[in-house]
């Protein structure tokens, strides 16, 4: 009789071990489904940063400043409250880096270093310059004609904006302007 | 009273329609005469391809730029009748296209800081080779133009003057003008670009 009983309440704790075993799985399996699902909008989430415009966009002021923003299949460039320029990224035919230095300060800070007496302008001018990338970047519009759009970010930022236009479908640039400049820089050429 | 008012009314509407007259045929004239003028001119479509950086390694910006601004300032002639850009699937409908070749002859890089500190140094030269072709492979116009920035100004700025440089040349080259671009000319634009040197 005891015998019985000791099987009885062992199978019952079998029982209770399975099926918490099988709610334990049913539970990881909601979990991952959950985590899959919260990380799936994520990817392809917009991308955005800050850029000054030099030109070639569409609709877009040349040398003006705005947020360049990847969103969707589309490259966007929205000046501050002015309607946004587009680009979708499957007509982006080419992305390239580049670096730049560049005086800081404006026309304003031009006007003040030329009328600095003694030279002064000049010293600061050897101080108030700041290094930027460039990003260009080649597209075609829908008649197949090449187009080409030029952007300036903060230094270390273009490449950021190059590898999240690539892994949305945008053909990337055989040559950056950077290997370039090595064997240009400073040094005149000459096609005899 | 009243006859005399209404013939005097006649008289001076009279004169004022017999001086008008010959102001208005002379301008029509004169209208007609520009229009047939530009019509000439404006008889060619031009497609400008991008620029070829030959053995030089010109840096993307700066091809882009330049190819950029020659769309703008080709634009702003008014010197065609229409100006695509390369890979453009209307431009094969067009009849009468020329192309606008662009190769980077020669490149020095200079530097915005330089300038701004010595003002003698670290100009940034850009000169190119540029070719008018029909769709044959006839070349019509094969010249050098130089884009310089000397004094102020970022280095993009000298493909903007070489772009201005490239459309005032055209501009003034007289075998656009012609109905049949026979004329081959060639040679350098140097003194042209001076005034694009800032």
Redesign the interface.
């Known amino acids: 009789m005891s015998r019985l009983f000791v099987f009885q309440n062992h199978r019952k704790s079998l029982f209770g071990r399975q099926v918490a075993c099988s709610l334990w799985l049913l539970l990881l399996c909601f979990s991952i489904e959950a985590w899959a699902q919260s990380a799936a909008p994520s990817a392809r989430a917009s991308f955005s940063i800050r850029a000054t415009h ?3 966009f569409p609709n877009t002021k040349n040398n003006c400043n705005g947020d360049l923003t990847i969103k969707d299949d589309a490259l966007r460039f929205e000046q501050d409250s002015k309607p946004e320029a587009e680009v979708k990224i499957a007509s982006v035919q ?1 992305v ?1 880096l ?1 670096s ?4 800081v300060g404006g026309k304003l800070a ?1 006007v003040g ?1 030329a009328a600095a007496p003694y030279g002064g302008g ?1 010293a600061v ?2 101080f108030a ?1 700041k290094k930027y990338d ?1 990003l ?1 970047v ?1 597209y ?2 829908d ?8 952007f300036q970010l903060s230094k270390g930022k273009a490449e950021n904006v190059r590898r999240e236009l690539v892994a949305r479908g945008a053909s990337p ?1 055989l ?3 950077d ?3 090595a ?9 005899k | 009273m009243k006859t005399s008012n209404a013939k005097l009314c006649i008289c001076l509407a009279a004169i004022m329609v017999v001086a008008d007259a010959p102001g208005r045929l002379s301008s029509e004239t004169a209208s007609e005469s520009m229009a047939a003028v530009s019509g000439s001119a404006r008889r060619w479509s031009l497609q400008v391809d991008r620029v070829e950086p030959g053995e030089i390694g010109l840096a993307h910006s700066f091809q882009v730029a330049t190819y950029e601004n020659l769309l703008t300032e080709l634009n702003k002639t008014h010197q065609f009748m229409r100006v695509f850009r390369e890979g453009d699937r209307k431009a094969g409908e067009v009849s009468n296209l020329l192309i606008l070749k662009t190769t980077v002859v020669k490149y020095a890089q200079g530097s915005e800081t330089r300038r701004a500190v010595t003002t003698f140094s670290g100009a940034t030269k850009l000169s190119v080779r540029s070719q008018l072709v029909t769709r044959e492979g006839k070349v019509v116009l094969d010249r050098t133009v130089n884009g310089n920035v000397r004094f102020f100004g970022s280095n993009l700025r000298a493909t903007h003057n070489l772009a201005r440089n490239i459309a005032k040349m055209i501009k003034e080259s007289p075998c656009i003008g012609s109905e049949q671009p026979s004329a081959t000319v060639t040679g350098q634009l140097t003194a042209g670009s001076l005034r694009g040197e800032l």
């Open positions: 030099l030109l070639g080419g390239f580049g730049e230095s560049k005086q031009k270093k000049r001018s050897l310059h460039s260009t080649e075609a519009d008649d197949g004609g090449v187009h080409g759009a030029i640039g040559r950056d302007d290997s370039m400049e064997s240009t820089a400073e040094v005149s050429h000459e096609n």
